[in-house]
């Protein structure tokens, strides 16, 4: 069975570094793209990134770009999600996701979310 | 930026009535169009992939059809469990992007 399961809850003060985590299970980890998409409190979801496991391939989304910083751990089957220096506007809901197998394809597991609370 | 506009942002439906909800893309994206159910507090779930492909284990009252710029998702014989948000997703060039979402409220 394939389970994208990401670390817990955070709660963090504006200027602080934190890194999240997503290990993916019961398939092969460096054979598909992980991306990652936030859903801002009440609002809709926002594609952020997505790398590629098998050689670290990584893309941004413009808005995101220097923003955080997308990595993946092959060994351990885990990607991750980190920002250098957290501001309010970062607090979300986090999700991980897979993309199927295709250039243009979709997002076929979801993890289930790991909500940032950013606050002084 | 392919941009994606969905309608309506919100609809309240009765059981069994059928709903139409449309994704508009800003420019041509063949069927890389694919759509997502989330219900309150989950994560979101895929329904339709490739503007009309089915995805197993979805009940058969969801379907999607378009192709190019205009898409539609239907659900026909709307059940109180449908109550969710709806996303379109466009997987045609980078950086990928969502619709804003509708909102199902079953009444």
């Known amino acids: 069975e394939v389970q994208l399961v990401q670390s817990g809850a955070e709660v963090k003060k504006p200027g602080e570094s934190l890194k999240i985590s997503c290990k993916g299970s019961?398939?092969?980890?460096?054979?598909?793209?992980i991306g990652w998409v936030r859903q801002m409190p009440g609002k809709g979801l926002e594609w952020m990134g997505i790398?590629?496991?098998?050689?670290?391939?990584?893309r941004y989304s413009p808005s995101f770009q220097g923003q955080v910083t997308i990595s993946a751990d092959k060994s351990i089957s885990t990607a991750y999600l980190q920002w250098s220096s957290l501001k309010a506007s970062d607090t979300a809901m986090y999700y991980c996701?897979?993309?199927?197998?295709?250039?243009?394809?979709?997002?076929?597991?979801w993890g289930q979310g790991t909500l940032v609370t950013v606050s002084s | 930026e392919i941009v994606l506009t969905q309608s309506p942002d919100f609809q309240s439906v009765t059981p069994k009535e059928k709903v139409t909800i449309t994704c508009r893309a800003s420019?041509?994206?063949?069927?890389?169009l694919h759509w997502y159910q989330q219900k309150p507090d989950q994560s979101p779930k895929l329904l339709i992939k490739?503007?009309?492909q089915s995805i197993s284990g979805v009940p058969s009252r969801f379907s999607g059809s378009g192709s190019g710029t205009d898409f539609t998702l239907t659900i026909n014989s709307l059940e109180a469990e449908d109550a969710a948000a709806y996303y379109c997703?466009?997987?045609?060039?980078?950086?990928?992007?969502f619709g804003q979402g509708t909102k199902l409220e079953i009444k």
């Open positions: 996701v897979r993309r199927a197998v295709g250039a243009t394809s979709y997002f076929d597991y």
């Open positions: 019961g398939y092969s980890f460096t054979s598909y793209w």
């Open positions: 790398i590629y496991p098998g050689d670290s391939d990584t």
């Open positions: 420019q041509s994206i063949g069927s890389s």
């Open positions: 490739y503007a009309s």
């Open positions: 997703h466009q997987s045609s060039s980078l950086p990928y992007t």
